[in-house]
């Protein structure tokens, strides 16, 4: 009689690839809606069509909003930027985030677990859910029973910020905060930015202080460059027309 099989380890599967770059197994993360954008190069699609011409060698990139990573990574791997600083409110995405940039050998991108804010305060609460990815400062968002902890998140002056980063270019998908946060921007260094913008939850008039503050900061709407909801602001158009 034969004796007994040992049970094998379960294989950890491969990681997934999406505009050439790998993404880690993470079944908390990567959702199947997630994995199945990524497989046809479709997450994120038009910012990062957006974000691709609008990058250019030496940039300092700042981030607002930077999810599980994508972003950064797609910026940091595919164009010779100087730095990109990330800031993400959700602690529980910070440590895939670091795995993604290490599983594509980026190592010029500098993770802020932290909210920008017209002004910065004392530590505000972050509601995370079991959905991982609906986590957010709203605590009404979802039902009571979904949320799986509640995390103190630093808030910092979002002026103070971009005068110690002095970014070239700015990439902003913060889930409708845009309308608060950008109207509190003083700082005339841009020179560039890709917005995505969320006018189901900002409405008009907050569209309409988003570009507002584009332009007050000496930067105008790039319609060659935007599609949708996925905006692109410039300094100066040199190199093509409109």
Not at 105 to 122: R, Y
Not at 178 to 188: H, Q, R, S, T, V
Request: aromatic letters at 6%; glycine letters at 6%.
């Amino acid at each position: 009689m034969d004796a007994p099989q040992a049970d094998t380890p379960e294989t950890a599967r491969d990681p997934i690839r999406s505009r050439g770059l790998r993404f880690p197994d993470d079944p908390t993360i990567l959702t199947p809606r997630i994995c199945r954008l990524l497989d046809k190069n479709a997450y994120e699609e038009l910012e990062s069509d957006a974000v691709l011409k609008v990058a250019r060698a030496g940039d300092t990139v700042l981030e607002l909003g930077a999810g599980i990573g994508y972003m950064s990574t797609l910026i940091a791997s595919k164009r010779p930027v100087t730095a990109v600083h990330s800031f993400e409110a959700n602690p529980h995405l910070i440590g895939y985030i670091h795995k993604l940039h290490a599983e594509n050998g980026v190592s010029n991108v500098i993770v802020h677990n932290a909210i920008l804010a017209p002004k910065a305060s004392e530590p505000v609460d972050f509601y995370v859910r079991k959905n991982l990815l609906a986590s957010s400062l709203d605590r009404t968002a979802t039902e009571e029973s979904d949320i799986a902890s509640i995390e103190q998140v630093a808030v910092r002056d979002i002026n103070a910020t971009f005068a110690g980063i002095r970014p070239s270019m700015l990439v902003c998908d913060i889930e409708g905060a845009e309308a608060d946060i950008l109207p509190a921007l003083d700082y005339d260094g841009l020179r560039a930015a890709v917005i995505e913008l969320h006018p189901q939850w900002i409405g008009p008039d907050g569209v309409r202080a988003v570009f507002e503050a584009m332009h007050a900061a000496g930067l105008s709407y790039f319609p060659r460059w935007s599609h949708g909801k996925v905006v692109v602001f410039r300094r100066s158009w040199p190199d093509v027309t409109p």
